[in-house]
């Protein structure tokens, strides 16, 4: 009870205080040592946590880091003493630059943001380009510890990476084929300045959204983009005629070519048989000149009459026959000795 001093109530000491409230829960058959040691087990159960599959339990001790713990059961000493945080390692992170999402839709509703957006190319172009980068977390202490803003951090950096490969590329390349390249130009440089600031975090992916030029000299790119068109059209066309005349007169040379060779081998071959047959009969005229000239001139004969309209009649029965005229007709007859 408390004390009274001169009319005033004066509060007790701490023993007596602790003597009350041990009277009090004994005549409530508990003690108090025994409620003590409820709420200190109650206290350190309170230190047990579970990290999920995609966790990491990073524990904390007086707001300093400490240790990491694996997926499973885990004990830290409660709070105050000992906090843990327990980050998704494996969830994708999306980041949008450029743009953000206003309505995921359907239909999507996208606001836009000129001055993440608007880029110089290497000869000198402005360009509006629109990206996202998809990230992880791989480093789960680096990541809570290290920066204070993970992804501003990400943000400013896939902005300066961005800006920067764009700078060295011009700006045909970022609008048709060379934006594969960009990409992975832009996801490898900025996983370097990431790494170099010790963010923990690994880049998955870098994706193009949306890539044109401002609207101001939009229909003087589509255009340009028309005309190369119908060049690379006329060009494919071009070639494609080519490559159908070629082989074509590829072909007929070579024909050509195989007749002429087929030609002269031929006359190459007659020519000898002509000279080897003119060699035999002089051969043969050498030995008989008279019976191999009389040979010739019956052979000659042979070749010669066939086509004329003459008659041929012996000397003996043309002395019975009386000349015709015109001598000089088709139906002039001469004798033969």
Known sequence: MPLQDKGRQVPPTL????????????RGRLGFSTIIGIIVVIWMASGIY????????????????????????HWHVPWPVETAIKPQVTKVRRLEIGFRTIYAGPPARYRSIPSESLMLTGDENIINIQFIVQYKIKDASDYLFNVKNPEDTVRIAAEASMREVIGKNKIDDALTVGKYKMQQDTKYLLQQILDSYQVGISIEAVQLQDVHPPKEVMAAFKDVASAKEDKIKTINESEAYRNEILPKAKGKASQVTNEALAYKEAKIKYAQGDASRFDQILKE???????????????????????????LIDAE?????????????????????
């Open 15 to 26: 023993d007596e205080f602790l003597d009350q409230i041990n009277k009090f829960f004994k």
């Open 50 to 73: 579970i990290v999920a599959p995609d966790e990491r339990g990073v524990v904390k001790r007086f707001g300093k880091f400490v240790y990491v713990t694996m997926p499973g059961p």
């Open 285 to 311: 005229y050498r030995k008989s000149k008279k019976i191999t000239r009389k040979r010739l001139y019956l052979e000659a004969m042979e070749e010669i009459l066939p086509g004329m309209n003459k008659i």
């Open 317 to 337: 029965m043309g002395k019975n026959l009386l000349p015709f005229l015109p001598l000089k007709g088709s139906g002039a007859i001469k004798a033969v000795e």
